[in-house]
């Protein structure tokens, strides 16, 4: 019998904290108060257990330890202070899964419009896994998908029925 073409596992204990602001203006604050440097456009930095990713102009995401949440929060909050931004918890909003194997990119085609010949090492992608809005990048020797929490059963779903034996897109 074949075998799946990647495995989905969710991801727990994951801290997460949404940072919006002027970046060109508080990106050293930030950098400083979350250990990592700020990523380019379309990018993510990861050092250790943390990573910091680029979202969107105004908009990073802190990716960290579910225990060090607080403390990261704090910091932030405090290097931000009589800047016009908003420092948040978001990792009760979110649902992770770590999508690994050997066909994981043919896994992800399947649901997103990505050219994955040509996805940065670094990279971090904003998107659409079939209708639900996700963001990736790579992790270990697979993926990390990060969607709504309210959509998280459906996530994990499409993720499941896309690894399914014999679903190759490539010819055998």
């Known amino acids: ?24 203006r508080a990106g050293d604050a930030i950098a400083e108060a979350s250990g990592l440097p700020i990523p380019e456009a379309t990018r993510i930095t990861t050092d250790g257990s943390r990573s910091l990713g680029w979202m969107s102009p105004d908009e990073l995401l802190l990716l960290l330890p579910a225990a060090e949440t607080a403390e990261a929060l704090t910091a932030l909050t405090n290097a931000l202070a009589g800047e016009h931004a908003l420092v948040a918890d978001v990792s009760d909003l979110r649902a992770v899964f770590d999508v690994t194997g050997p066909k994981v990119q043919q ?21 659409r896994a ?14 990390r998908v990060i969607g709504m929490r309210s959509t998280g059963d459906y996530l994990r779903l499409i993720l499941e029925n896309a690894t399914i034996p014999g679903s190759d897109l490539e010819p055998r």
């Open 1 to 24: 019998m074949p075998e799946a073409l990647a495995t989905i596992a969710p991801v727990a204990g994951l801290g997460m904290i949404t940072i919006r602001a002027n970046l060109s």
């Open 107 to 127: 896994v992800l085609q399947k649901l997103s419009p990505t050219d994955f010949a040509a996805f940065p090492k670094d990279g971090l992608r904003r998107t």
């Open 130 to 143: 079939a209708q639900v809005a996700v963001a990736f990048w790579r992790q270990g020797k697979g993926f």
